[in-house]
C-alpha cells in the first residue's frame, strides 16, 4: 500500500532493552521525521533526515539512534529504553520539507 | 520561550455554531509555513490546512480557514458549523527556515482539545 506505514503499532519493553522502531513510505520523499507525543508537551522532534545517509539532531535526541541507509525506511533505536521513553512516535514524511508533512499512524511504546 | 502558543487547552462548542481555535506563534524569521493538524482519538495525524508567511490570502480548505494575521503573529483556526465529528485535539505547527542545509521539521504547539456538542 502506497504511504507512511509504522510497526509496530503497540509495543511493551522493559527498561535496559534496545528497541528499534520501524518507519518505511512509499514516496520517495527526501525528508523524514521522529517525533514524540507526551501529555502536556504536544509533539517533539527527536530526528530528522533530509536524505539517505543525512541525518541530524532534533529537540529531544538523547537516548535515541536513527540510520537511514535507503530512502524510504528511516527506523528510530532506543539503546537502552527507560521508563521516560514510554510515549506515542509519530514517523513523518515530507517531499520538500516546506509543506506537505505526512504522518504515520503512530506507535505506542510503553517502556516497564 | 515558547514557539507556538495554544492557549485554549479544552473547547466545549455546540454543534453547527462557527468554532476559532487560537494559535500565536514566535519567529524572527520572514519565510516560514504555519500548520493545522487535527488528531481524532484514534490517534493519527490529520492534515487540515497551510499558510505560508507570504501567501496574502488566507488559506482555506473547505470547511477550514486559517485567519493569519502576520503582525500579530497569530495564525488561529477557524472551522465554520461545526459537526460531531469535529471533536478531536487540535494541533497548531510552524516550519521555520532550513538551518545546516536540511529541514528542520515543524515545532507543535501543546494542543487544544475540542468538543462538539448535540
Known amino acids: 500500500d502506497a504511504g507512511i506505514t509504522q510497526s509496530p503499532r503497540y509495543k511493551i519493553t522493559e527498561t535496559g532493552r534496545q528497541v528499534t522502531l520501524m518507519c518505511h513510505q512509499t514516496w520517495s520523499h527526501s525528508y523524514m521525521f521522529w517525533y514524540r507525543q507526551d501529555l502536556g508537551h504536544g509533539l517533539r522532534l527527536i530526528y530528522y533526515?533530509?536524505?539517505?545517509?543525512?541525518?541530524d539532531k532534533g529537540e529531544v535526541p538523547d537516548g535515541y539512534v536513527v540510520s537511514r541507509s535507503k530512502t524510504e525506511n528511516f527506523p528510530l533505536t532506543l539503546e537502552s529504553a527507560t521508563r521516560s521513553q514510554t510515549s506515542v512516535y509519530f514517523c513523518?514524511?515530507?517531499?520538500?520539507?516546506?509543506?506537505?508533512?505526512?504522518f504515520g499512524s503512530g506507535t505506542r511504546l510503553t517502556v516497564v | 520561550a515558547q514557539k507556538i502558543t495554544q492557549t485554549q487547552p479544552g473547547m466545549f462548542v455546540q454543534e453547527k455554531e462557527a468554532v476559532t481555535l487560537d494559535c500565536t506563534y514566535d519567529?524572527?524569521?520572514?519565510?516560514?509555513?504555519l500548520f493545522w493538524y487535527k488528531q481524532p482519538s484514534s490517534g493519527e495525524m490529520i492534515f487540515l490546512i497551510y499558510q505560508g508567511s507570504y501567501d496574502e490570502q488566507n488559506a482555506t480548505e473547505g470547511r477550514y480557514s486559517l485567519n493569519f494575521q502576520k503582525a500579530r503573529k497569530s495564525a488561529n483556526l477557524v472551522i465554520s458549523a461545526s459537526q460531531l465529528g469535529d471533536s478531536a485535539m487540535y494541533f497548531c505547527a510552524m516550519r521555520e527556515p532550513y538551518s545546516g542545509g536540511g529541514a528542520d521539521g515543524l515545532t507543535f504547539g501543546k494542543g487544544t482539545h475540542l468538543i462538539i456538542q448535540p
Open positions: 519567529t524572527s524569521d520572514q519565510s516560514y509555513g
Open positions: 513523518a514524511s515530507s517531499s520538500t520539507g516546506v509543506y506537505g508533512y505526512t
Open positions: 533526515s533530509a536524505a539517505a545517509d543525512i541525518t
